[in-house]
C-alpha cells in the first residue's frame, strides 16, 4: 500500500511559499499540505496551518509526527540584502533551520526533502556568462555564504544516510502576488508598482545590470518538476542550476515602456550594486534540461504583460475596499 503524500512547507507565507502552497494543493488536496511560518496567515483560506520557528527541532520534529508529513520544503531563510544588514543573525537563521530539517526528515525517515539554494551562492569569481552547473562559487553575501553551506550539506546527507534531497538555484523570481521580500533582485517586482502607481522608479541598480531572472509561474513548475521526477533521474544533488530570463534595468523599463509609454526610470546604485555584480549575469541550466526535462515557459515580454495586468487589477481592488 503506498503512504499517501503528506507535506510540510515551512516560510510558507513567503513569495515562493505562498504560490507553491496552491501548487501542491492542486497536485495533492489541500487537506495533505501543512504550511507553516512564524507569523499567522491573515486570510483564512488555508486549511492546514501551525506556526513553526523552523529553528526549533523539537517543534518541528512534533509537526512532523503529528500529521504524519512524508515531504518537507524548506523555504524558510533571510535574503541577500536583509542578511547583509545582520549577518550572524542570518547565518544562524539559514543554517541551523536547514540542518534541524535535515535532521528531523533523517530521523523520521522522510521520502523526500527540498531545500532551495539561490545564484548568491556564486560570486566573484564564478564565470559571469553561462555560468555552468559546476564551476567556482566563492560567494561573498552571508546569504550566498548559507546557501552553498546547504547545498554541501544536502549532498552529504544524501551520501551518508541516502536521505532524498533535492534543490534548485534559484535565479531571481518575479511575482506579482507577493510583495518584494529583501532580495538583491526585487526591484524586478517593485518597478511593476511604482510604473503604475508613480509612473517612474528609481532603480538601486545600474541600468546595464544583467542577472538571471524568473517569472514565478515557472519557479514552481519547476519546483514542482523537480520533486516528481524519478530518483534515478536525479544525478545533481547539490543544487541544479535553473534560469529563463535574464536582462537588465534598461531592457525592463523599455518593455514596461511599451505598454506605458510614460514611464521614467532613473538610476541611484546603492550597496546592493556590489552584491549583484558578484553574481551571474547568465546561468546554463542544461544540466536540468537532460535529467528531468526543464524548459521554461515565459519570455520577458509575456511576463511584463501578465505582471503589469496582475498588479492593475490588484491595485484596483484596494482602491475599491
Not at 521520502?111 to 564551476?135: E, L, M, R, W
Not at 533521474?233 to 537588465?248: E, G, K, V
Not at 524548459?295 to 481592488?317: C, F, G, N, S, W
Request: hydrophobic letters at 35%.
Amino acid at each position: 500500500m503506498t503512504t499517501p503524500t503528506r507535506i510540510l512547507i515551512t516560510g510558507g507565507l513567503g513569495q515562493v511559499g505562498s504560490e507553491l502552497y496552491q501548487a501542491l494543493c492542486t497536485q495533492y488536496g489541500e487537506d495533505n499540505i501543512l504550511l507553516t511560518d512564524v507569523r499567522k496567515p491573515e486570510n483564512h483560506t488555508v486549511a492546514l496551518f501551525e506556526t513553526l520557528d523552523a529553528t526549533d527541532a523539537p517543534r518541528l520534529a512534533e509537526l512532523v509526527s503529528k500529521h504524519k508529513i512524508t515531504q518537507i520544503y524548506h523555504l524558510a531563510a533571510i535574503l541577500s540584502a536583509r542578511g547583509e544588514q545582520d549577518p550572524l543573525w542570518a547565518w544562524k537563521i539559514n543554517m541551523d533551520s536547514t540542518l534541524n530539517v535535515f535532521e528531523v526528515a533523517r530521523e523520521k525517515q522522510l521520502h523526500k526533502v527540498y531545500v532551495p539554494s539561490s545564484i548568491a551562492a556564486f560570486g566573484p569569481d564564478t564565470p559571469k556568462q553561462n555560468t555552468p552547473q559546476a564551476c567556482v562559487m566563492n560567494p561573498s553575501t552571508v546569504y550566498g555564504i548559507s546557501k552553498q553551506a546547504c547545498e554541501r550539506w544536502g549532498e552529504y546527507y544524501f551520501k551518508r544516510y541516502g536521505l532524498d534531497i533535492r534543490s534548485l538555484r534559484y535565479p531571481g523570481l518575479i511575482s506579482y502576488k507577493t510583495l518584494p521580500g529583501g532580495g538583491t533582485t526585487d526591484y524586478a517586482v517593485d518597478i511593476f508598482y511604482k510604473a503604475l502607481q508613480q509612473g517612474s522608479y528609481e532603480c538601486f541598480l545600474s541600468p546595464d545590470t544583467y542577472l538571471p531572472m524568473m517569472y514565478m509561474p515557472d519557479a514552481i513548475r519547476a519546483t514542482v518538476a523537480l520533486m516528481e521526477a524519478p530518483s534515478d533521474n536525479i544525478r545533481t544533488r547539490d543544487s541544479y542550476n535553473l534560469t529563463a530570463l535574464s536582462f537588465s534595468p534598461a531592457e525592463l523599463a523599455k518593455a514596461i515602456q511599451q505598454h506605458l509609454p510614460d514611464f521614467t526610470i532613473s538610476y541611484k546604485p546603492d550597496f546592493r550594486q556590489q552584491i549583484a555584480d558578484s553574481w551571474p549575469a547568465s546561468i546554463d541550466d542544461s544540466v536540468a534540461q537532460a535529467e528531468w526535462g526543464w524548459q521554461p515557459q515565459y519570455d520577458l515580454e509575456a511576463m511584463v504583460a501578465e505582471m503589469l495586468e496582475h498588479i492593475r487589477t490588484k491595485l484596483q481592488k484596494t482602491v475599491d475596499a
